[in-house]
């Protein structure tokens, strides 16, 4: 088993989502046997990790998982920890997310590319 540092994208939805888009980027930590195996972990995550609760003033805030826009592998550490979040307001919210599925379609097809045989 390896390690690996996983950038995991959400997108913060707000009420009706009528503000400046937001999204946090965590940094979580995977143990996987490679890295499509880390790819895949980190997107069951994402997935498990979306949110929807109330605020303090009754507003629907919803926490909507985007993608994984970064896989790197590193040492042993603690499997799942959250390593680093940082939520910034995007002006363009759909370029955000066709860049975040592009970087998570790349590191899947490079993960692909590892099992397919050499002639």
């Known amino acids: 088993?390896?390690?690996?540092?996983?950038?995991?994208?959400?997108?913060?939805?707000?009420?009706?989502g009528?503000?400046?888009p937001q999204f946090d980027e965590q940094l979580r930590l995977i143990n996987a046997d490679d890295d499509l195996h880390a790819f895949q972990?980190?997107?069951?995550?994402?997935?498990?990790?979306?949110?929807?609760?109330?605020?303090?003033?009754?507003n629907a805030v919803r926490w909507k998982f985007i993608d994984v826009a970064e896989i790197n592998k590193l040492e042993n550490l603690t499997?799942?920890?959250?390593?680093?979040?940082?939520?910034?307001?995007?002006?363009?919210?759909?370029?955000?997310?066709?860049?975040?599925h592009s970087r998570a379609q790349f590191l899947l097809e490079k993960g692909l590319d590892q099992f397919v045989p050499i002639n």
């Not at 972990?41 to 009754?58: E, H, M, P, T, Y």
């Open 41 to 58: 972990k980190a997107r069951l995550i994402g997935d498990k990790q979306q949110d929807s609760f109330l605020n303090k003033v009754n």
């Open 18 to 20: 009528k503000h400046t």
């Open 79 to 100: 499997d799942g920890a959250e390593m680093y979040s940082r939520i910034y307001e995007e002006e363009n919210a759909e370029l955000y997310i066709r860049a975040t």
């Open 1 to 16: 088993m390896n390690w690996y540092l996983a950038k995991i994208v959400y997108r913060i939805i707000s009420g009706d």
